[in-house]
């Protein structure tokens, strides 16, 4: 945990013909046939992934979102062995407190585009001063700029030891931590871990389901009942994704590698609710996404990541997390039944929210920001 890390500069460059590659490889997509009036049933209609693909090659602007990205300080550093990319934004108010932030699948880096303003300027925000923080967030390994592991075993846990280390590696002695989706997984494996300096954790979700014992229902609401019901049953309904990323990542990874449409449909299904919200979608923002899938060619490795914890157990397993614990609950995302996350989590907060969904991160962070800051202020 006290190692010494050799930290370097980044900057995000593209070469122009990987963005060439792309337009022709888009222009070129042998599209699939689909049953006509069958919606989503089947999987993310040609339709959306279309238009999806079509702005992709002709009215979307990479150079844009790349500046965009490269405004704020960047870094890569070596952890155990693995490349880590991160941003690194300080604060201007020397009491800030230093927060990682970990992003989910099929997210990235992008996510927290708008909550670092908010959360490392309040002065600038309308927040208060005494609640800055410094941020770190690292692209997880397997994923964008920190490229793929070139050895198996990266499961939630060693990237929780490895983000642990670039923590102390940065100075930090004191800090918190945030995530959500495989971000929140790497954050309890955090909790567990404990490691020295850690105040906290702050989660969007803990996947936590019933024990068996049927005590446990008479102490759960009727809106966790609902939940179960409902929003769980129909994401394990669709949850294709998963099984195989759990089982045959490198499979997968042929098609997310070599055709951009692939890895724009399969990619798509969360941000666009299984397609049924691609109206709602912020198309800039998704294809920055996925664009750094395609560039960085990680759309096989950060399925990996799926591979090792199913492996492990590492992110799921029921081992104590003492540490103070955080749950941001959002209304169109996976529900944490408290009861059941209790059992092995010491959750100190427990907020449920009238809107938001999966990547609350980007379209919520106002609620996210004032969650964080209400929940890090109190420790």
């Given amino acids: 945990m006290t190692e010494t890390i050799d930290i370097k500069p980044f900057r995000i460059d593209i070469p122009q013909a990987e963005l060439d ?46 500046a965009r990205l490269n405004e704020i300080p960047q870094f890569t550093t070596t952890v155990d062995g693995q490349n880590i990319h991160f941003l690194h934004v300080r604060s201007a108010e020397s009491d800030a407190t230093p927060l990682l932030l970990m992003h989910g699948w099929p997210g990235s880096i992008v996510e927290f585009l708008n909550v670092i303003g908010p959360l490392t300027d309040p002065r600038s925000h309308g927040g208060d001063p005494a609640q800055a923080f410094h941020v770190v967030a690292p692209s997880l390994p397997g994923y964008g700029f920190s490229g793929p592991p070139t050895e198996p075993g990266w499961d939630s846990a060693r990237i929780a030891r490895a983000f642990a280390t670039l923590m102390t590696g940065l100075g930090y002695e004191r800090w918190g931590a945030a995530g959500g989706d495989a971000g929140a997984l790497v954050g309890r494996e955090l909790g567990i871990l404990a490691p020295a300096g850690l105040i906290g954790v702050h989660l969007l979700q803990i996947f936590a389901f019933p024990s068996g014992d049927p005590a446990e229902f008479d102490k759960i609401s009727e809106a966790d009942k609902a939940s179960l019901s409902g929003t769980t049953a129909e994401f394990q309904s669709k949850a294709g994704y998963q099984k195989i990323q759990q089982s045959r990542p490198l499979t997968l990874a042929y098609g997310l590698t070599d055709s951009p449409a692939g890895q724009l449909a399969w990619n798509a299904e969360l941000w666009t609710g299984w397609g049924d919200f691609a109206d709602y979608l912020d198309v800039d923002n998704y294809l920055t996404h996925v664009s750094i899938y395609w560039f960085t060619r990680t759309g096989g490795s950060s399925a990996r990541h799926y591979y090792e914890d199913a492996q492990s157990g590492a992110g799921y397993r029921e081992e104590p997390n003492e540490v103070p614990t955080a749950v941001a609950v959002f209304p169109q995302d996976f529900r944490t039944i408290q009861t059941f996350a209790g059992r092995s989590n010491n959750i100190v907060r427990y907020t449920e929210f009238d809107r938001g969904g999966h990547f609350a991160y980007t379209t919520d962070p106002d609620l996210v920001v004032a969650d964080l800051r209400a929940f890090f202020g109190g420790l």
Wanted: glycine share 8%.
């Fill in 21 to 66: 590659d792309l337009a022709s490889r888009l222009a070129a997509t042998r599209w699939p046939d689909e049953v006509p009036g069958s919606g989503t049933a089947y999987g993310m209609p040609t339709a959306v992934v279309r238009r999806l693909a079509d702005h992709w090659r002709d009215g979307f602007d990479w150079r844009a979102q790349e």
